[in-house]
Nanobody, 126 residues
């Protein structure tokens, strides 16, 4: 079972930046995508970004419309770690951010993500 640990959350003013990290205990042969999701108070969890997590797939990064151009997802293969660089943060980005691993490639569907981290809080003040 893949274990995921997120870190890097915190409190920043609007316009600021944060980099989230997600360290995976292993990269299995069935791990195809690594995604970031977020859940704001009183709202459903939503897709933020995803990246291919398999050596057999072409590299591909996907972003929700609300973060494209401001957030960048990347991975360090040697460390089994995925990062989410968040720039120009807005108060509406305030949420608990989760990383997750899916056995499906190129997917935004939460249902396809089997392993989840515990989440890290991001708070953006106005």
């Amino acid at each position: 079972q893949v274990q995921l640990v997120e870190s890097g959350g915190g409190l920043v003013p609007a316009g600021g930046s944060l980099r989230l990290s997600c360290a995976a205990s292993e990269r299995t042969s069935s791990s195809q995508s690594m995604g970031w999701f977020r859940q704001a108070p009183g709202k459903e969890r939503e897709f933020v970004a995803a990246v291919t997590w398999s050596h057999s797939l072409s590299y591909y990064a996907d972003y929700s419309d609300s973060v494209e151009g401001r957030f960048t997802i990347s991975d360090d293969v040697s460390k089994n770690t995925v990062y989410l660089q968040m720039n120009n943060l807005k108060p509406e980005d305030t949420a608990v951010y989760y990383c997750a691993v899916s056995s499906a490639p190129y997917t935004r569907s939460q249902l396809s993500y089997a392993y989840w981290g515990q989440g890290t809080q991001v708070t953006v003040s106005s």
